[in-house]
């Protein structure tokens, strides 16, 4: 089974801090997202990466920015935070949708992020 | 720009009644759909996918149906359980966009089911 782990499952951090959210999967997807999750709004994409060094804005990247050094680890930095940055934050990889684009995506766990 | 949609938002049954849940979206052209269930405070467990080339999958209690051209899928889950109670959510993966595009999702419902 495809296992997606987050780093943490609750959070909280203050406003202006910088947080590191990390998120690993362990089937070598290339493919990894970052989403956030609020009520009434769903799931929005945050940013997603392709491959190893590669990345790509999804709808609402501001604020966030996201490092994959590594093919099973994607991060997601939030360079100053914020209290509307407060949210569950989910972590999902899939792999390579340019060549297999029927493959399911898998989640991880999720992290309960507080800012106050 | 696809767009996707659950109805009920939300719905409570009593215990051992069969249901269906219903999603809908605009643009017939994915690659597949794919049903989650998300339990509270938790991620997303993976409950079935259909490919475009389907019109269902099974498993176990679960049976999900997929009309490509009318853009709607359907979850049917026989005898509920108060174990099943969970938002359900559904997601399209387009077709014709660049490799990386991601599935869309739906808002979800809700279910209770009542022992």
């Known amino acids: 089974d495809v296992k997606v782990t987050q780093s943490s499952r609750y959070l909280v951090k203050r406003t202006g801090e910088k947080v590191f959210l990390e998120c690993v999967q362990d089937?070598?997807?290339?493919?990894m997202f970052w989403y956030r999750q609020d009520p009434g709004l769903g799931l929005r994409l945050i940013y997603f990466s392709y491959d190893v060094k590669m990345k790509e804005k999804g709808d609402i990247p501001e604020g966030y920015s996201v490092s994959r050094e590594k093919k099973e680890r994607f991060s997601l930095i939030l360079e100053s935070a914020s209290t509307n940055q407060t949210s569950m934050y989910l972590c999902a990889s899939r792999a390579s949708a340019a060549f297999t684009p029927w493959q399911p995506q898998h989640f991880g766990d999720g992290t309960r992020l507080s800012i106050l | 720009k696809q767009e996707v949609t659950q109805i009920p938002a939300a719905l409570s049954v009593p215990e051992g009644e069969n249901l269906v849940l219903n999603c809908s979206f605009t643009d017939s052209a994915i690659y597949n759909l794919q049903w989650f269930r998300q339990d509270p405070g938790k991620g997303l467990t993976s409950l079935l996918l259909i490919q475009s080339s389907q019109r269902e999958q099974t498993s176990g209690r679960l049976n999900a149906s997929l009309d490509k051209s009318s853009g709607r899928s359907t979850l049917y889950i026989a005898a509920s359980q108060p174990g099943d109670s969970a938002t359900y959510l559904c997601a399209v993966r387009p077709r014709g966009h660049n490799y990386g595009q991601n599935f869309v999702f739906g808002p979800g419902t809700r279910l209770s089911v009542l022992p």
């Open positions: 089937m070598d997807h290339e493919n």
